[in-house]
T-cell receptor, first 115, second 113 residues
Framework: AQSVTQLDSQVPVFEEAPVELRCNYS??????LFWYVQYPNQGLQLLLK??????LVKGINSFEAEFNKSQTSFHLRKPSVHISDTAEYFC?????????????FGKGTKLTVNP | EADIYQTPRYLVIGTGKKITLECSQT?????MYWYQQDPGMELHLIHY???????EKGDLSSESTVSRIRTEHFPLTLESARPSHTSQYLC????????????FGPGTRLTVL
């Protein structure tokens, strides 16, 4: 079975600073990886996903993530954050093959961007 | 833009009441899901469906039930609500292909007194 660990529950940063939100996963088979964002009082919205190919994945709002198979990581980065990026970010994994297609989520990282 | 709707957005009810949380999508997606979300915790899958007349239990044991009579509609019912059911419930939908994006509704925040 897969699992996801988001290493930081809260990340405070100042506006225009770079940010990295860390995600590690475990799985016995190849995986698909996702980052979702949840703004206050809203549902989750896909930021980006890795299915295959280039390990550097670009998403919406200038976010990007790099799939590192040897370190089983999929960290999310943004070079310069805005106040509007304040939200909760969820990393998720699903198996690329085998019986289970379910999406397994981490516990989330609350990003707070301060002026 | 994804169109998936949940009603009500907020619900406060007393113990023992029967409730139905509504979820509808206009994207023609075959797969639909219900997740339970509590603060600081992972989203837990409680029910999913591959299409009309298909319903499956997820990983988290739940006393709720679901039905899928129409492709676009996936309601969740609690026959007798209890305070332990207090949570946020998120509905989602996707295409059938493995790895496809799940599109989420805005959620229903349920409080059982």
């Amino acid at each position: 079975a897969q699992s996801v660990t988001q290493l930081d529950s809260q990340v405070p940063v100042f506006e225009e600073a770079p940010v990295e939100l860390r995600c590690n996963y475990s799985s016995s088979v190849s995986v698909y990886l996702f980052w979702y964002v949840q703004y206050p009082n809203q549902g989750l919205q896909l930021l980006l996903k890795y299915l295959s190919g280039s390990t550097l994945v670009k998403g919406i709002n200038s976010f990007e993530a790099e799939f590192n198979k040897s370190q089983t990581s999929f960290h999310l980065r943004k070079p310069s954050v805005h106040i509007s990026d304040t939200a909760e970010y969820f990393c998720a994994v699903s198996e690329a093959q085998g019986g289970s297609e379910k999406l397994v989520f981490g516990k989330g990282t609350k990003l707070t961007v301060n002026p | 833009e994804a169109d998936i709707y949940q009603t009500p957005r907020y619900l406060v009810i007393g113990t023992g009441k029967k409730i139905t949380l509504e979820c509808s999508q206009t994207m023609g997606h075959d797969k639909m899901y219900w997740y339970q979300q509590d603060p600081g915790m992972e989203l837990h899958l409680i029910h999913y469906s591959y299409g009309v007349n298909s319903t499956e239990k997820g990983d988290l044991s739940s006393e709720s039930t679901v039905s899928r009579i129409r492709t676009e509609h996936f309601p969740l019912t609690l026959e007798s609500a209890r305070p332990s059911h207090t949570s946020q419930y998120l509905c989602a939908s996707s295409e059938l292909t493995r790895g496809d994006t799940q599109y989420f509704g805005p959620g229903t925040r349920l409080t059982v007194l």
